[in-house]
């Protein structure tokens, strides 16, 4: 039976941990699927994967033509889709524009916005208000890397209350759940305990309704790795091993034979 919103919920109440992770291709989502990966998040950190040096780039053309292929490799898990930066931030009709249009071409379920600031969470009311999933996201929001960098949100009291207030008000909003991204575990900790949706960390500690990363990272595919990722095996070392084999074979005419 394929998962839906509302046992995401039902799974934090009966404490049950929600594993997530990303997913661009039909491939990789399919083996995720098979694996008993619970969401799988369509996100915009495909702009690193297409060679882009941050999420800025990417387009909700390119965003919606793999996550097609991800639905098309997935029959159990919630597939949820990033709006990429710029496609729902001037308006909500924009917004609209965007969420349906993801819904209506690939076949995921939700869509995850970025921020919690009152013109975001109004924006989501009108969303969610039209019957359209949205998972928010708080903390480090990479969209907004050329003003918050790469580092730890949340560290100071007043930061740590305004990503709290946000998180409050993304709940009201009819958020179905929320990314908690590179905040203190304490922050995290008191979030999950405070809504009644599920919190999905990543960098955020282990106190978490559930848990994301992204799946390059886990592999050893990426070239650089973030500080809370961790490696479960090296893909990257495997596979040039692998071309260099095939290449020494084919030249010394081992291979065919």
């Not at 071409?105 to 359209?132: D, F």
């Not at 759940?177 to 282990?206: D, F, W």
């Not at 809370?228 to 070392?237: G, S």
Request: with cysteine.
């Amino acid at each position: 039976m394929s998962v839906n919103t509302q046992q995401l919920t039902q799974w934090k109440q009966q404490g049950r941990t929600i594993v997530a992770l990303t997913a661009w291709d039909y491939a990789i989502a399919q083996l995720l699927d098979i694996s008993g990966v619970d969401l799988i998040l369509v996100g915009d950190s495909l702009a690193v994967i297409l060679g882009y040096e941050t999420t800025l780039p990417i387009t909700l053309d390119e965003m919606i033509h793999h996550a097609k292929s991800v639905r098309r490799g997935v029959k159990n898990a919630l597939v949820v889709v990033d709006l990429p930066f710029l496609t729902y931030q001037e308006s909500i009709s924009q917004a609209m524009h965007s969420a349906g249009r993801v819904l209506k071409e690939t076949g995921a379920q939700a869509v995850k916005l970025e921020g919690g600031y009152p013109a975001m969470v109004s924006t989501i009311t009108r969303l969610v208000q039209a019957g359209i999933p949205v998972m928010g996201h708080v903390g480090l929001t990479p969209q907004s890397i050329h003003q918050l960098g790469l580092r730890q949100q949340g560290k100071t009291q007043e930061a740590g209350e305004r990503i709290f207030n946000e998180a409050i008000a993304l709940e009201k909003a009819g958020v179905f759940a929320i990314v908690l991204e590179h905040i203190p575990t304490k922050l995290a900790m008191e979030i999950t305990q405070k809504i009644r949706i599920p919190t999905i960390g990543i960098g955020a500690g282990s106190s978490c309704d559930g848990q994301v990363l992204v799946t390059s990272d886990i592999l050893g595919l990426s070239e650089k790795q973030p500080p809370f990722a961790k490696v479960y095996t090296n893909l990257r070392e495997t596979i040039t091993k692998a071309v260099q084999d095939y290449a020494v074979e084919v030249r010394e005419g081992q291979f065919p034979k």
